[in-house]
């Protein structure tokens, strides 16, 4: 049974930095897909990056893309999502997200995965 741990939360100030953490337990070779998504109460669930584990391959959502940096420690089996430059629209909980099989840079619904996180409140402040 795949599981999946958020962290790394917090509030900041725009402009600031702030690194998620997701720690993943169960994790077999079929789980090739890790993504992060984001959800505030008055929008659906983002995708806002996906990180193909097989060939190491990020995917970055365009309105974060010169922002947001994804990436695994594969030893730690601990996927990351580095913020910078935060701006207030970016306050969100944040999930972490996997799914068994095929390339991630297509799989940008949420329906699409099978496997999620609590989730990690990010609020920035303006």
């Known amino acids: 049974q795949v599981q999946l741990v958020e962290s790394g939360g917090g509030s900041v100030q725009a402009g600031g930095s702030l690194r998620l953490s997701c720690g993943a337990s169960g994790l077999t070779s079929n789980v090739l897909c890790m993504a992060w998504f984001r959800q505030t109460p008055q929008k659906e669930r983002e995708w806002v990056a996906g990180f193909y584990r097989f060939v190491r391959t990020t995917y970055v959502a365009d309105s974060v893309k010169d922002r947001f940096t994804i990436s695994e420690d594969t030893a730690k089996n601990t996927l990351y999502l580095q913020m910078n430059s935060l701006k207030p629209e970016d306050t969100a909980v944040y999930y972490c997200?996997?799914?068994?099989?095929?390339?991630?840079?297509?799989?940008?619904?949420?329906?699409?995965?099978?496997?999620w996180g609590q989730g990690t409140q990010v609020t920035v402040s303006s």
């Open positions: 997200a996997a799914d068994e099989g095929g390339t991630c840079q297509w799989r940008t619904r949420p329906d699409q995965y099978n496997y």
